[in-house]
């Protein structure tokens, strides 16, 4: 079987082979290609989106590879010559079947045009960015929206420019579905909106592997936490919810003064003129509303950090908190209960299908703010060895979702099954 993949991410092995430098996103995609590119059952392709202008080629007794030309900059026209390219590799290649993994950029369509009468292409769902879209600007207020920081009139950006973006490349999404015939989700949501668009696309179910840190048997205790803490994973743009998390905390403060919110990037405050040159508009609203909820000391931004660095994160936090405006399947989520660590996350897209019915009780409505206050209260004022069994449970749940084995098998049966059709 001949499997070609199409990524906007390199992959390790191709990255250790090319000299490029791994991607940061995509994590979940190394257990499994690693595995693929290693049976002798399968010929492997991966055709990957990089920053360089030119073809990269190369070709070993595992895998061939093949990197094109994609801005940094997410695109919102559709390349005619990269669809020419695309034809051109599955010609040269012959593949079995054509795996695209995410809709969110344009070459996603790009391939699916490419491949139609040519060789079966199956769709991964990530996140719907046609959805995201509409959620973008959520409690955001219309002139943070509408502003401009220098940073933003630099670059001719902002929060509206990019929602826009977001529907631009929404539409090539909604042209990908539609025209593919297989599409592989992991969330009741997903297959909902993937039904929604293309009624007559066969769903698979198949589920991510994680980082391979998190299958390391290590797991959280109160007794090692930090007390009172809550870690979130991802602040830096509006769909994570930052705006929402913060008054969450300023509800816990009154009653926890110690409180501590922990979130991954740069600090979104300006602390230097050069910080004036880089704060995009979101960053200097989350800026203002933490110094209108007395916040300042509660706030604490870690930076970027590794997969190694992230599982410290979950094991010593008190609570893990999702506040997103939307979420097909948090692999951050599914990480945090995978350790174990009390979590509260927001009911939104697929969340449910993460957490399981048995962690119903975990979750709040987006817009209930003193839901989540009382859920995160109960964490950290209920004796621990009350939660012990429910938190078991929901790691237990984890584990056997996100198994290796198991998700690995999920995807050689959906290989085969779509070759037998």
């Not at 290609?33 to 920053?51: C, K, M």
Request: proline share 3%; charged share 30%.
């Amino acid at each position: 079987m001949k499997i070609l993949w199409l990524t906007g991410t390199v992959l390790p092995y191709v990255a250790d082979k090319t000299g490029l430098l791994p991607s940061k996103e995509g994590s979940w995609l190394r257990i499994l290609s690693d595995r693929l590119t290693e049976s002798r059952d399968i010929e492997f392709v991966s055709v990957f989106a990089s920053d360089r202008k030119r073809l990269i080629y190369g070709k070993d007794s595992r895998c061939t590879w093949y990197g094109f030309y994609a801005s940094r900059v997410p695109e919102t026209r559709y390349n005619t010559r990269r669809e020419t390219l695309f034809g051109k590799i599955i010609e040269r290649e012959k593949p079995d079947i054509i795996h695209i993994w995410g809709t969110e950029y344009s070459f996603a369509a790009e391939m699916v045009n490419a491949a139609h009468g040519r060789k079966p292409a199956v769709i991964s769902i990530q996140g719907i960015i046609s959805e995201c879209a509409e959620k973008y600007t959520y409690k955001l207020p219309h002139d943070v929206v509408r502003g401009y920081t220098i940073h933003d009139l630099i670059r001719m950006d902002n929060i509206a420019a990019q929602q826009r973006r977001f529907r631009s490349r929404g539409r090539f999404e909604t042209e990908a579905l539609k025209k593919a015939e297989y599409v592989i989700g992991r969330t009741a949501w997903d297959k909902k909106i993937s039904k929604r668009i293309n009624p007559d696309i066969k769903y698979y179910e198949c589920e991510e592997i994680l980082r391979p840190e998190f299958y390391s048997g290590q797991v959280w205790s109160y007794e090692a936490c930090r007390k009172h803490s809550i870690f979130m994973s991802q602040a830096y743009y509006p769909i994570k919810g930052m705006h929402i998390a913060l008054e969450i905390a300023a509800g816990l403060k009154k009653k926890y003064p110690d409180i501590c919110l922990y979130t991954t990037g740069r600090d979104a405050g300006c602390k230097n003129i050069s910080d004036h040159f880089r704060q995009n508009s979101y960053e200097r609203y989350i800026s203002k509303r933490i110094k209108e909820l007395s916040l300042e000391d509660t706030v604490i931004y870690l930076g970027s950090l590794s997969a190694k660095d992230m599982l410290k994160q979950y094991l010593r936090a008190n609570v893990y908190l999702q506040a997103s405006i939307l979420e097909n399947s948090s692999n951050s989520l599914a990480e945090a209960l995978m350790t174990g660590v009390p979590a509260v996350a927001s009911e939104v897209g697929g969340t449910m299908s993460v957490t399981g019915e048995c962690g119903r009780e975990m979750l709040f409505d987006i817009g209930d703010i003193d839901k989540a206050v009382t859920l995160i209260d109960g964490v950290f004022s209920k004796d621990p060895e009350e939660q012990k069994n429910t938190l078991e449970y929901v790691r237990e749940y984890t584990l056997r979702k996100h198994d290796i084995e198991r998700v690995y098998s999920q995807y050689i049966g959906c290989y085969k099954d779509i070759l037998k059709g």
